[in-house]
């Protein structure tokens, strides 16, 4: 059976749908909201404005700060409208470029990700040659291409949905317009999308978890080897904010993409600590684990 339709709105139908319970649900994901972005930037102003937080691994910080704040920008606030006006209609046009800034924010953290882990890996398996590999204009070069490629990668995919027919419904049970979601409510996808996700799996998670292994890998060899204990906590350190980050993002959203079609609820759930949770916690994980940052927010109290 087919019937195929041109969608021109989709309903989008969050597990939470009682009246009672939409205020306070409202003011929970304001709440996270308000404080990711509060922290977020207040770790971008105080690299900004110290001088001695100019280094690479600072800019990165930086720069996962930026896109963790467009990470609930994308979501959050089109929730927030939906929960306190009751209205979840959401044009075919909102829709679509929710999901391609989504796309962008997702695959920018990802790569982001894997160059933080590169940087610990020079810095502490070549730290004669740091300052040469990663100096100040590769630095902006790797930064301008992180956010190039996310921005190619995302109007692709999303070029590739809009191809396929919908035809099962226009109903989106998940609180936002998320790839998995949408293809829920297609009908025909053709061979060229497969091939195109199984490079996107390739590319953009697949790649960076091996690399970013093969780096913390050579990195702990060298850490065990140092003969000084006060050095190897010192290097302990400058990774442990890092590999925590790493884990909770990896870890939540391989859980978000194994969990079975018809679990919409828990989809949703892991959903929620995926894209409004971790880019809170992010913030916190650096600020209280690197030594840096903890004195120059000490510093602007």
């Known amino acids: 059976m087919k019937n195929e339709s041109t969608i021109t709105l989709f309903c989008v139908l969050p597990f939470f749908t009682e009246t009672r319970s939409k205020p306070f649900v409202a003011a929970f994901f304001f709440l996270i909201y308000v404080v990711g972005v509060l922290i977020n930037s207040s770790i971008i102003t105080v690299i900004f404005l110290k001088d001695n937080l100019h280094k690479p691994m600072y800019l990165f910080i930086c720069n996962l700060s930026i896109v963790d704040i467009f990470y609930t920008s994308v979501t959050v606030p089109k929730l927030l409208h939906m929960l306190l006006s009751g209205n ?79 035809c099962h419904s226009n109903i989106v049970h998940q609180f936002f317009c998320d790839p998995k979601s949408l293809t829920k409510v297609t009908c025909t996808t053709s061979q060229m999308f497969f091939v195109f996700m199984s490079l996107e799996i390739l590319m953009f998670v697949f790649i960076p978890i091996m690399c970013t292994v093969i780096s913390y890998v050579k990195i702990f060899s060298v850490i065990f080897k140092m003969k000084s204990v006060e050095s190897q906590k010192k290097a302990f350190s400058t990774c442990s904010s890092h590999v925590t980050v790493i884990t909770i993002y990896y870890g939540a959203g391989l859980v978000s993409y194994l969990i079975p079609p018809y679990s919409e609820v828990l989809d949703t759930i892991f959903n929620i600590v995926y894209t409004t949770l971790i880019p809170m916690i992010n913030p916190v994980v650096y600020s209280l684990q690197n030594s840096g940052i903890q004195s120059a927010l000490l510093g602007l109290v």
């Open 88 to 166: 979840h209609v959401v044009s075919f046009s909102q829709c679509y470029t929710q999901l391609y800034f989504f796309l962008v924010v997702a695959a920018s953290e990802e790569t982001l990700l894997f160059v933080m882990a590169y940087d610990r890996y020079v810095a502490i398996c070549n730290p004669l040659h740091y300052h040469r590999i990663l100096c100040w204009r590769n630095c902006i070069l790797i930064t301008i291409g992180i956010w190039a490629l996310a921005i190619f990668n995302s109007f692709l995919l999303v070029t590739l949905i809009l191809f396929m027919s919908s």
